[in-house]
């Protein structure tokens, strides 16, 4: 597979300019970062979380972890983690898992992690297990145009 065709859509449509970073097969997006020498704290990862009214998309350094108790405070819904067969729904043009950080382009609210907002550069998933979408801080601005950037996550534990 390559970039799925919601990314490369939402990339082309917004204009942002970008590479594509090639890499051994990996599942995580910590293994990711490291397999395409990418520093975790620039590697967008996405984690799809949901709740009786939908899903939320939340767009966090690789190094950090969602703290879905805050998330679900502010955004006043009781979040959990989504399940793998929500997962395949949301994302249906994407390998199992390879959850790319456009979800707005995908139909799913997305809240970005106040962190990702000062970066030179972003790295986040194209949609499979071996390639990376990486781009400016001005095109991910662009990308995320819509998303609500907030304080998400905290360090692994």
Same mark, same amino acid.
């Not at 979040?79 to 929500?86: K, P, Y």
């Given at each position: 597979?390559?970039?799925?065709?919601?990314?490369?859509? $939402?990339? &082309?449509?917004?204009?942002?300019? *970008?590479? +594509? +970073?090639?890499?051994?097969?990996?599942?995580?997006?910590?293994?990711?970062?490291? $397999?395409?020498?990418?520093?975790?704290?620039?590697?967008?990862?996405?984690? @799809?979380?949901?709740?009786? %009214? %939908?899903?939320? #998309?939340?767009? @966090?350094?690789?190094?950090?972890?969602?703290?879905? !108790?805050?998330?679900? =405070?502010? @955004?006043? =819904?009781?979040?959990? #983690?989504?399940?793998?067969?929500?997962?395949?729904?949301?994302?249906?043009?994407? !390998?199992?898992? $390879?959850?790319? $950080?456009?979800?707005?382009?995908?139909?799913?609210?997305?809240?970005?992690?106040? =962190?990702? &907002?000062? #970066?030179?550069?972003? *790295?986040?998933?194209? %949609?499979?297990?071996? =390639? #990376?979408?990486?781009?400016?801080?001005?095109? *991910?601005? &662009?990308?995320? !145009?819509?998303?609500? *950037?907030?304080?998400?996550?905290?360090?692994? &534990?």
């Amino acid at each position: 597979m390559s970039i799925a065709p919601t990314v490369m859509h $939402a990339l &082309r449509f917004k204009g942002v300019e *970008f590479d +594509v +970073v090639e890499h051994p097969h990996t599942v995580t997006a910590a293994s990711s970062a490291h $397999a395409a020498h990418v520093h975790e704290n620039q590697f967008a990862k996405a984690v @799809l979380l949901k709740d009786p %009214g %939908g899903f939320v #998309l939340a767009v @966090l350094p690789a190094n950090e972890q969602v703290d879905l !108790e805050h998330v679900s =405070r502010v @955004l006043h =819904r009781p979040l959990l #983690l989504a399940s793998e067969s929500d997962l395949e729904e949301a994302f249906y043009d994407c !390998e199992p898992g $390879a959850i790319p $950080a456009v979800g707005e382009d995908y139909l799913i609210p997305t809240i970005v992690d106040e =962190r990702l &907002r000062h #970066l030179d550069e972003v *790295f986040f998933e194209a %949609g499979d297990h071996e =390639r #990376l979408v990486h781009i400016s801080s001005d095109g *991910f601005s &662009r990308l995320m !145009e819509d998303a609500e *950037f907030l304080p998400i996550s905290v360090p692994h &534990r």
